[in-house]
Every structure is written in C-alpha cells, then in structure tokens.
C-alpha cells in the first residue's frame, strides 16, 4: 500500500497513526478527561480526504464537538493531552508524521481559548512543564500505552514489511476499553505476542529464551 510509504517508510502508516491516537488516549484515561471513544478510519477513508489537503487519520472522540467543553480550566493538562500523539510516536518510533503535532496544537488553542496567541515569556515555561510532564508520563506508563497501541491494531493483518492489508473497517476502542487496559485489567495476553514496531508474529528462539521478528529482527528476551 503507496500509503504506508508516504507517511513513513521505515515504519508505515498505521504504526504511527495508532501509536499517535493510543498516547492521547492513554493519556486522556491518565488526566481523568472524558472521551467516548479512539479510532483510526481505515486507509481508503484517509487517502480519500487527502485530496482535500485534510487526511483524517482518526482520533479521540470527546463528549461534545466543542472543544471549549473539554478542556475548561485545565490549560496545562490540555498541552500535556494534546502532546501526547506526537511525543509518544517519538518515543516509540524515533520520529514523528509531520502534521499531527499542528493539528493538536491548533485544537488545544481553541479548547483553552487562547486564540489570539499567548505571551511568549508565559507560553514558554508552559510548554516546557508540560513538555517535561508528558514524556515523563509516557515513559512511567510505557506498558499502558502499548496495551492500548496494540488493543488498536489487534485485528490487522501484516504482510512483514509494514504493509498493512486486511484492514476496512475502522479500528476502535471504547472508553471503558483504554481504561481497562490503561489499568492492566484486560485480562488478554496474546500466546505468540507482536512486534511492537511491524504488528507481524514473533518466532521463539530454538533455546526458547526469546522471541525475534522475522521482519525487522528485534528480539525480546523471555527470561
């Protein structure tokens, strides 16, 4: 699939695009915000909105589509949700998809109602704390986001080269969904788990000690 390579080549498409919606997820279940669901549309969907100049990926849907009603007081917790996206695709992936950040940015300035732009010297240190903030959150909740990055694309079906097929339907969890498995209280372990970076199968290692991804070769250690 074209797409995969024009988002990113080395990773694909829907690698980002979940990671991206999973770390607003696991981030908004984190804050205590409401949300009704995450969803990535499927790729004929997005490629169909690309000749609008406006792809959409997907996203968190909140309660309203006010995005005044989301955030009311909580100016610092909106960045650290609207940073998310793009600081966990970083985090996972080493890079992000251009674009994403904007368009969260844009939705936080709207949301917190500072669309005639912020003073710099108080801008400034806001976007550092809540810079800080998120890629510490992230890190100390690395488990909780790949449950939810990997509940998003459980049911997709990779060819080992990050091309992803099989996949018409939109991928959706419910809120009460990233929650369970922000907690841990899914209750599902895959017996042949993914690879977190090409979604493919693991193979066990003959001594039995470690799984390795036929595609890119990551192994993880078992014991």
Known sequence: ???????????????????????????AALLGFEFIEVVIHAPQRTLH?????????????????NPKDWFAGRDEDALTYALAGS??????????????????FELWRIGTGHTEGMDPETFRPLMKSAQERTERLLRENRAALLRVYKGLVASVVVDGSNAHAGFSEALTLDAAQVRMLVEG???????????ERCLVSLELHPTAEAWVCPSCGQVTVTR
């Open 87 to 104: 600081l966990a695709e970083r985090q996972e992936w080493g890079d992000i998809v251009k674009g994403g950040w904007e368009r969260d």
């Open 1 to 27: 699939m074209p797409f995969d390579s024009m988002m990113c080549e080395k990773h694909g498409w829907l690698s980002h695009a979940a990671m991206h919606e999973a770390g607003h997820a696991t981030m």
């Open 185 to 195: 209280r899914d209750g599902l372990e895959e017996a042949t788990p993914r690879c």
């Open 49 to 65: 909105t690309l000749g609008s100049g406006k792809a959409e990926v997907g996203g968190v849907r909140m309660p309203t589509d």
